[in-house]
């Protein structure tokens, strides 16, 4: 009975904690990345009965780009309401319920209820893992099913035949479902075989692939029915640099050397970053001793305290190895955003790290018998509140004068064009969110007869010049505009910054360019 109640009494802590830190940090407007926007599109055109298809033509042709499994998530809410404001609070409630099975998992390996609480705590006072859960993201709802499936695996009964268990088929239907819902989550099935080749389950090994393999199929036949390639994210290996196509793709020795220099990132720069409070980085920066001697002593502990969850330390030891062996492949530049789903993992290592070292510390010592989780409580509270307030203050201020430009001309063409109208934009998911009309990006390449040409194709009507501080702007769509100043002519200019919609003369383009 004793028990029970103080089980209770950590949960409520943890929802206690969650209100307050979410209520704190959370952004109503909706985030400027453009990925939110498209995961929201995908969601309108399945609940508008469209399929898995993009929008912002008016043809609903399928579509790849992101996988499915948040957009599917946010369906049922995009049913009944188009406000962000519901997806953003499912994307907390996300957050807290990995935070709740964490701490259940880690109570199931014989920890201490109150290691298991400060441990499932730090995640909710985690500025990056906040930040991600106040906007449409999928990296919260990877988190909470990665989690959930680390608690089905913990529950397969090894006396029985796995065959017999539903937990393991469970186990394999929630691991694919992370994959669906990012590519990243692929890391969690290689994790998992891991598992099991090190326990020496080769039988549930064998099995386990098998099963994953047969639930990725129907999207992967569904692309090839629908004709198309591979997933971007394939494309984007082999480039140079995703954003600037035009410097075209690296060799395998080149490919080598980026993914150990991202990978050295990942451990000297992004995971202190990310877990350590007051710990800053320059990620553009070499890296230091200082900062090689911190990534030591931090991995030792994490080490230290993964070694504590007995036989399921292999799966934590591999998710986190696969998940940067993964972001290394890429070539678009992470800093720590691609770690947010896996801190979670991470802090749990440090902090029962810690534990044990110190507790260890204060046995030898005869300071007292033993050292209480609970004292990380307030370390944690007191570190973590500078951050928060930032976050805090950064999602509370308005959009910067460059984006409220950008949006107005997309509430001016929704009120005033018609809504076949063809916009063309550098970030035309965020412009079609206020537009509300069809949208299309320009071709990045400094001919600009191929760029105009591409407006061609694309049937664009209009064309926003903006200054929103991406580069291709400047690099491509202005040089074009400034070489044939005929084919644009200014329709609407908003000043500080100027930005400006411009109306793009579709048929004289056709005799000029052709």
Known sequence: MASIKSTGLYIAGLVILFILSFTCIFNEKIDLNGDNCDYYMLATSLAGGHGYSEITSGDYNPVNSFPPGYPLLMTPIRMFTASFVPQKILNGLFLLGAAILLFFFIRKNRLPGQMAFIASAAMLVNDQALHFATMMMSEMSLLFFSILTLCLLSKIDDRKPFWKDGYFYLTILTTAFCYHIRTQGIALAAAIIGFFLFTKQWKQMLAFAGGFIVCLLPWIIRNKLTGMGQSRYLDAIMMSNAWRPDEGTLGVGELISRFFNTFRMLLTKAVPNSILPYFNVEYGSATTWGEWGIAILLFALIGIGLWQL??????????????????SIFSTPSENRYITSLLPFIEVGMLIGLFVVLSAGVQRLKIAQSFS??????????????RLETLRKQNKAPFPPAYRNFFSIGETVRRELPSNTVVCSRKPNLFYMYGKTPVCNYTWTEDDKALIEGLIQAKADYVVLEQLGYSSTPLYLYPAIRKHPDLFETVLHLPNPDTYLLKFNREKAKEKIH
């Open 373 to 386: 989780p609970l004292l990380f409580a307030f370390l944690f509270l007191c570190c973590s509140y500078p």
């Open 310 to 327: 007995g036989k399921y330390r292999y799966v934590f030891l591999f998710y986190i190895l696969a998940t940067f062996s993964v972001i």
